[in-house]
């Protein structure tokens, strides 16, 4: 799930939380996309007691970024809730977070 604050001036806070079904099993999750140059170890997300996997980033505004998450070191899932999906050149889709203030723009 994505949730997005935009500020008036800088870069877009986006939170990145992994879907129950995928953190249930998860021993260690990173988020792996454009904005860590797809550093699979770059950016691990944090544990929450209930289980729940999460971590906001600074994307600076008016971009797309594709990422998934890497889950154990070696399942990848996409987000069921993000803005859109492009396929990879690895078979697949990656996702898309859009930081626009309108999704529509490119």
């Known amino acids: 799930m994505l949730k997005k604050r935009y500020l ?9 939380v992994v879907p129950d079904a995928i ?3 998860a021993e260690s999750v990173y988020l792996v996309g454009d904005f860590n140059d797809w550093d699979e ?6 544990q929450f ?3 729940t996997y999460k971590i906001t980033l600074n994307l600076e505004p008016d971009q797309h970024y594709q990422f998934r998450y890497l ?4 399942q990848w899932h996409n987000d069921w ?3 859109r999906y492009v396929p990879n ?3 697949g889709d990656n996702s898309v977070v ?8 490119s």
């Open 41 to 46: 170890t770059a950016t691990p997300m944090q």
């Open 71 to 74: 889950v154990n070191g070696k």
């Open 81 to 83: 809730e993000a803005d």
């Open 8 to 16: 008036k001036s800088g870069p877009v806070k986006v939170e990145f």
């Open 49 to 51: 007691k209930n289980g």
């Open 98 to 105: 859009s930081t626009y203030r309108h999704d529509g723009e």
């Open 89 to 91: 050149p690895f078979s």
């Open 23 to 25: 953190a249930a099993n």
